[in-house]
């Protein structure tokens, strides 16, 4: 584990009464890389996000997030809102949650909330209509457009967000967590659901993300093609601890893997084997 | 999938039908259970204290009959027009006009509004219920900033209202302020009012919000009529300071507005002149939620009510972003206050129960949540409405109920039932109030 990490955990637990459902996991996610964080259903994976997101306060453990600049960030000390505003961390959620009743473009609007209210001094130069505010507004237009445009949703901006088909939803999720200008992007089962040719396109939406914007990605995933193709770096999960980490080849020919997804569930498995050769 | 339509709309028809009967003949011994002791046997102390009673069941009968009539007429009523599954066929023409109709129906009613008290200007009754209505109008916009836009169930609101009547009440009475320097004060002093509630009930969802607010609206009312010192406790502030016109009163004197235009006096002034500044309030309000919808806390109150988790997930304060919404909503309440008191000329807590914490409500939920239009016909149908059948007398409660229950059959979503974007791209399209959330608090 030798590298430039834009995030180290250290350590972490989380326990729900009796439950632990992180139990002392230590990992880092390497800048500008893209890491995938697999295992078996109910391995700990969305707590882990949970916490690095600050909706759940560690039992035990620290995040570390190094910016560019080299500033350090302590994450389990910064509650919910200020992850996102201050240590420029976005999520995804496994069960999408735009707001459906706005439009696409709305959605990638309020993404930019704090910058908007800061141009819009603090609402009250935008209840005027100063043209500092205007700008700042087209501005804002303007890269959601931007957004749009890669994700492909550009012709259906002004559709509510809850009409949208599945992977399209999945798709205005990402861009709207990439509106906020994050230097980590989290996204928990970004594939789920999506047939093969959606997969595929997310895949190249997430390599542009990480060759573009220079933004490194932690990525929970079931889906083996995808994590085979695009990670650089796999962390294997199961029952809360680490099992495996490595690159996609180490992590597929470790026997402990293997039998991490050979003892809940064979059929999957096997798919993991068979999708990643 | 692929069976023939005709047979499953037969097939749901058959079944609707017992599904029907069924519910009805539930209703019907609920009634029946309910009524029989309320109406079925009728008590009362006789001469030397001792207990009559006699039976009523042909009325109890009677009762029960119409419950399981009502009932069945409720529910044909509401499979015609329900919007449940039913696809109307709407031909494209009465489409287009409805929708030019919906376009065309603002504007009109603004400039009706700006005419009535040229076509009314001798029907003191009609400028007195006008002015009413556009006090509910513009409570109601102001309590839709937080029911509406950011999805926070108040059922207090009358609470900055209140405030806002008796800031302006004892600082004009004790220090002799004017009108016009108390109005913003009133509206500070609600909105910090405002901030107080949002406090304690951050944390609060749903129906803990609602008990919380609602409480809140009674403490307020209560402190009122105790703090006999300074509020003048039951007996209200009596002798509050009419507006003046900027400075010159409405008042038959030498100095008044009258006597300086060179025009005879006439009472029917000052009434003119109270209805154009609710209505220019009302405006202000509606003026500042359609910018504030376009600016960024207006889009995170609404974001809010669609999904607080996303929010935060965005980096948004979840925590300024409803004391806006609270004090936004609460300092229009208490200019409309202010208006109120100096309408009135006096004020008691008798004025601020419950009852107008409700009835606004009603209106913001009437009106659709969300929409300025809606609110404004509902303000209309419902102050307008009671009025209307103020002959009723007894019964006028009666209709009124029937009528929002028809309403909220036919309308589950109030009158106005869409949402307009607040920014697009090519074109804005109304959402479908089915997508749209209505909050979680
Ligand atoms: N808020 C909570 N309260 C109690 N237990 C929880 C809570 N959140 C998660 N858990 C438990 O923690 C364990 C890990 O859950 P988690 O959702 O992190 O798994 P996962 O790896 O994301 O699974 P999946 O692949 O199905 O999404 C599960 O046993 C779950 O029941
Ligand atoms: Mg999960």
Redesign the pocket.
């Known amino acids: 584990m030798s590298g430039d990490h834009i995030l180290s955990v250290d350590r972490l637990s989380m326990r ?2 009796g ?1 632990v ?1 992180v139990n002392d996991l230590s990992f880092g996610a390497e800048r500008r890389k893209i890491t995938a964080l697999i ?10 996000f ?1 916490c690095i997101t600050g909706f ?1 306060k560690p039992t035990s453990g620290t995040m570390q997030l190094t910016h560019d600049d080299g500033r350090a960030i302590r994450l389990e000390r910064l509650n919910d809102f200020r992850i996102s505003k201050q240590a420029k961390v976005a999520r995804t959620f ?1 069960n999408i949650r735009l707001f459906p009743g706005m439009t696409a473009l709305e959605n990638l609007m309020v993404a930019q909330h704090n910058a908007l209210m800061r141009a819009s001094g603090l609402t009250f130069l935008g209840l005027i209509g100063a043209p500092s505010w205007r700008s700042a507004e087209q501005h804002a237009i303007d890269l959601a457009r931007t957004w749009l445009e890669r994700v492909g949703l550009v012709d259906r901006a002004d559709e509510a967000a809850g009409n949208l088909p599945y992977g399209d939803q999945r798709r205005l999720e990402i861009a709207r967590a990439m509106c906020t200008e994050p230097a980590l992007l989290c996204l928990d ?1 970004p594939a789920a659901g999506l047939n093969a040719r959606e997969s595929a396109s997310l895949s190249e939406l997430l390599l542009s993300i990480r060759a573009g914007q220079g933004t490194s990605i932690l990525l ?1 995933e ?1 889906d083996m093609s995808v994590v085979m193709e695009i990670s650089d770096h796999v962390v294997v ?1 199961d029952y ?1 601890v680490k099992i495996a980490e490595g690159t996609p080849q180490q992590v597929r020919d470790d026997p402990k893997v293997i039998a991490a997804y050979l003892g809940t569930d064979e059929e999957e498995a096997i798919a993991v084997m068979e999708s990643g050769t | 999938m692929n069976a023939p339509p005709a047979v499953s709309i037969q097939a749901s028809h058959a079944l609707g039908a017992a599904f029907i009967f069924k519910k009805a003949l539930i209703s019907a011994l609920v009634a029946l259970v309910l009524f029989s002791l309320m109406i079925g046997v009728r008590t009362e102390a006789g001469p030397t204290g001792q207990l009559i009673y006699w039976t009523r069941f042909g009325d109890l009968a009677a009762m029960v009959a119409t419950v399981f009539g009502g009932s069945i007429v409720v529910e044909l009523l509401r499979q015609w027009w329900g919007p449940v599954g039913t696809i109307r066929v709407v031909p494209t023409n009465v489409k287009s006009a409805l929708a030019l109709a919906r376009r065309g129906i603002a504007p009109v009613l603004l400039i009706f509004t700006f005419l009535v008290p040229v076509i009314f200007y001798d029907q003191r009754y009609i400028l007195d219920l006008g002015i009413l209505v556009l006090t509910y109008v513009m409570l109601g916009w102001g309590l839709n900033v937080v029911v509406g836009l950011a999805g926070l169930l108040d059922l207090g609101y009358v609470a900055f209202y209140a405030v806002g009547a008796y800031s302006y009440a004892l600082l004009a009475t004790n220090f002799g302020l004017s009108f016009w320097i108390c109005l913003p004060l009133a509206g500070i002093l609600a909105a910090l009012w405002g901030v107080m509630l949002g406090f304690p009930v951050l944390r609060l969802r749903g129906d803990y919000l609602a008990i919380v607010t609602l409480a809140f609206g009674e403490i307020i009312r209560l402190v009122i009529i105790n703090w006999q010192s300074l509020t003048g406790g039951p007996n209200g502030v009596s002798g509050i300071p009419r507006p003046t016109m900027f400075g010159i009163p409405l008042t038959p004197g030498d100095d008044g507005l009258a006597a300086k235009l060179g025009i005879e006096f006439s009472p029917t002034h000052r009434i003119v002149f109270l209805f154009y500044l609710i209505l220019a309030l009302a405006l202000l309000t509606n003026w500042v939620t359609i910018r504030l919808r376009r600016l960024p806390i207006g889009r995170a109150w609404e974001a809010l009510r669609e999904d607080e988790v996303a929010c935060r997930a965005l980096g948004i304060n979840t925590t300024t972003t409803k004391l806006t919404a609270f004090a936004t909503g609460a300092m229009f309440g208490g200019f409309a206050g202010a208006f109120f008191a100096t309408r009135q000329g006096f004020i008691s807590p008798e004025s601020f129960t419950f009852q107008e914490s409700a009835l606004v409500l009603a209106i913001v939920v009437l009106g659709g949540m969300g929409s300025q239009l809606g609110v404004a016909l509902a303000a209309l149908a419902m102050i307008g409405g009671f009025e209307l059948f103020r002959g009723l007398e007894q019964y006028r409660m009666l209709v009124f109920g029937i009528a929002m229950v028809l309403l909220m059959i036919w309308r589950p979503r109030g009158l106005i039932g869409h949402r307009a974007p607040t920014v697009f791209l090519e074109r804005s399209q109304a959402i479908s109030s089915d997508l749209v959330k209505e909050g979680h608090g």
């Open positions: 729900f009464g439950i459902a295992g078996p259903n109910g391995a700990g994976k969305t707590t882990v949970n759940y496994q089962e929970i079931h999960m809360g």
